[in-house]
């Protein structure tokens, strides 16, 4: 496993990720307000800036290739460029933090057993959604890849595993 991927399964940033939507410009600017603020937040625990940016350089790639699906599907013009304004606040909001990330030490952090003490304070409500969400993207991963999500995400596998162990 990657401790780069790993360091992607937080629970604070899950929870925080889940919370976020990127269905219209309103959404998006309230959502990368999040990401600034997160950014702006003490480091708590094992985590790293390379974490952090990691993890929002990661979301924000993901959400502009998934507004690019969108806009193959446009139906309108009007719609068409309502998600092209999108897609380029996105890119623009991560262009700042993919420079700063690649002129980063790049230290990666993980630690299963702060991490567990993380989702033991973490509301139940919260990583039930969390292990939603989760559990929608390995499904979607494997219907897509056509493959077994163990052998192509072993570190979201990990995390599930210890999701469900914190709810039972």
Same mark, same amino acid.
């Given at each position: 496993? $990657?401790?780069?991927?790993? =360091?992607?399964?937080?629970?604070?940033?899950?929870?925080?990720?889940?919370?976020?939507?990127?269905?219209?410009?309103?959404?998006?600017?309230?959502?990368?307000?999040?990401?600034?603020?997160?950014?702006?937040?003490? %480091?708590?625990?094992?985590? !790293?800036?390379?974490?952090?940016?990691?993890?929002? %350089?990661?979301?924000?790639? =993901?959400?502009?290739?998934?507004?690019?699906?969108?806009?193959?599907? =446009?139906?309108? *013009? +009007?719609? &068409?460029?309502?998600?092209?304004?999108? %897609?380029?606040?996105? $890119?623009?909001?991560? !262009?700042?933090?993919?420079? +700063?990330?690649?002129?980063?030490? @790049? $230290?990666?952090?993980?630690? &299963?057993?702060?991490?567990?003490?993380?989702?033991?304070?973490?509301?139940?409500?919260?990583? &039930?959604?969390?292990?939603?969400?989760?559990?929608?993207? *390995?499904?979607? =991963?494997?219907?897509? @890849?056509?493959?077994?999500?163990?052998? !192509?995400?072993? &570190?979201?596998?990990?995390?599930?595993?210890?999701?469900?162990?914190?709810?039972?």
């Amino acid at each position: 496993m $990657q401790i780069q991927k790993m =360091a992607l399964y937080n629970i604070d940033w899950q929870v925080l990720r889940v919370s976020l939507s990127f269905n219209s410009m309103e959404t998006i600017q309230a959502s990368c307000d999040k990401l600034l603020e997160y950014m702006n937040d003490d %480091i708590i625990g094992y985590d !790293t800036r390379s974490n952090k940016l990691w993890r929002v %350089i990661n979301l924000l790639n =993901a959400t502009v290739m998934g507004l690019n699906g969108q806009l193959k599907l =446009a139906k309108t *013009k +009007e719609r &068409e460029e309502d998600v092209k304004a999108m %897609i380029s606040f996105i $890119q623009s909001f991560r !262009t700042s933090w993919q420079e +700063e990330y690649h002129s980063s030490d @790049k $230290q990666f952090r993980w630690d &299963e057993a702060i991490e567990w003490s993380f989702l033991e304070a973490t509301p139940r409500v919260e990583v &039930e959604k969390v292990l939603q969400s989760l559990v929608k993207r *390995k499904n979607f =991963a494997a219907e897509f @890849k056509k493959m077994r999500v163990s052998k !192509t995400r072993p &570190e979201l596998l990990k995390y599930l595993i210890m999701l469900h162990a914190r709810l039972n």
